[in-house]
C-alpha cells in the first residue's frame, strides 16, 4: 500500500527527547525521530512502539544490543499508522482510528475505537492522523484491499473532537481529490492529495478547515514539518518548501529518486 518512495522513510533524526508526555509515564532522554504520518514506528527515550498490519508491540531499547520485547497487543487490520500525543498513541487502520493511553509502565491501553462508516466494518478508506489540540485530523481516501474490505471512494479529510478518548466526536468533513499523508503547520494544514499534488487548508479555525491552496505537478504521498521546512514524499521526487511565511510559501527544490 506504501509506495516505495516512503521506503526512505523521511526520517529526521532531532536533537532533543520528544515532548514529555502528561501521564506518569515520561520519557528518558534521548534522540528521537520525526516522521511522516504514515510512519508505523516512533521512540519515546528508552521505548520503542512498533505497529504491523494488526498488532502494536512496545520494546525496552535502552540496551540498543539486546532489545527486549515489553507487550504484543492486537488491534485491529490493515493498520496503516501511529503517531504520539501528549501520552496518547492514535492508530490508524483501514476502517477504525484507535486510541490508546500509555501507562506508567509504557504500555499502551485502548481507550477507545472509531469506526469510520458505522457499524460496516467491511467498508475501508485509508488513514493516516494528525493531532493537535484535542483535535484529530484524518484522512480518507480510496482503499483497493479487496480481500478484507468492499471498496469504497470516500476522498475527504476528517476532523474529530478527542477530548474525551473514550467516546470521540465527528466535527467537520472536508471534500478533497485523494488524501493521503499530512502534516500540521502554524495555522495550515498540509494534505498530499495524490494526484491533485499539495491541498493547502486553513486551519485558522482549528475546527472549519478550508481549502486555501493547491500546489499540482506531482503526486504527492506524505509530508513532514520540522520548523520552517516542509518536505513531501511524492512519486518520484521529494519536495521541499520553505513555510516561514505560510501565506507565501516558497519552493526550495526537489530531489529526484
Known amino acids: 500500500m506504501r509506495n516505495l518512495i516512503y521506503c526512505l522513510s523521511i526520517v529526521i533524526l532531532l536533537g532533543s527527547c520528544e515532548a514529555s508526555i502528561v501521564n506518569e509515564f515520561v520519557p528518558n532522554n534521548g534522540p528521537t525521530t520525526q ?16 505497529v504491523n498490519d494488526r498488532e502494536i508491540s512496545t520494546f525496552n531499547i535502552s540496551d540498543s544490543k539486546n ?3 515489553l507487550d504484543s497487543q492486537t488491534v485491529g487490520f490493515a493498520i496503516e499508522s501511529l503517531i504520539h500525543y501528549e ?7 483501514a476502517s477504525n482510528m484507535y486510541i490508546y493511553e500509555i501507562q506508567s509502565n509504557g504500555i499502551p491501553k485502548r481507550k477507545s475505537v472509531t469506526r ?42 476528517r476532523v ?3 477530548s474525551n ?21 502554524k495555522n495550515n494544514l498540509y494534505v498530499c492529495d495524490g494526484k491533485g499534488g499539495l491541498a493547502i487548508i486553513d486551519i485558522t479555525d482549528p475546527t472549519k478547515p478550508k481549502l486555501k491552496l493547491r500546489l499540482e505537478g506531482f503526486n ?31 519552493w526550495l527544490g526537489k530531489i529526484d529518486l
Open 35 to 50: 516522521s511522516g504520518s504514515y510512519s508505523t514506528m516512533l521512540t519515546l527515550g528508552d521505548i520503542l512502539y512498533l
Open 67 to 69: 532489545p527486549k520485547k
Open 87 to 93: 501520552g496518547l498513541l492514535l492508530i490508524g487502520s
Open 116 to 157: 469510520y462508516f458505522g457499524a460496516d466494518q467491511s467498508v475501508c478508506a485509508s488513514d493516516p492522523i494528525v493531532v493537535r489540540n484535542q483535535l484529530a485530523y484524518v484522512t480518507l481516501s480510496q482503499f483497493n484491499d479487496v480481500v478484507n474490505c468492499r471498496q469504497v471512494i470516500s476522498n475527504e479529510l
Open 160 to 162: 474529530y473532537d478527542i
Open 165 to 185: 478518548l473514550n467516546q470521540p466526536k465527528l466535527l467537520t468533513r472536508l471534500g478533497l481529490k485523494g488524501p493521503k499523508g499530512l502534516a500540521l503547520g
Open 220 to 250: 504527492a504521498f506524505d509530508a513532514i514539518v520540522k520548523g520552517n521546512l516542509l518536505i513531501i514524499s511524492a512519486e518520484k521526487q521529494l519536495v521541499q518548501y520553505d513555510i516561514t511565511d505560510e501565506n507565501n510559501i516558497k
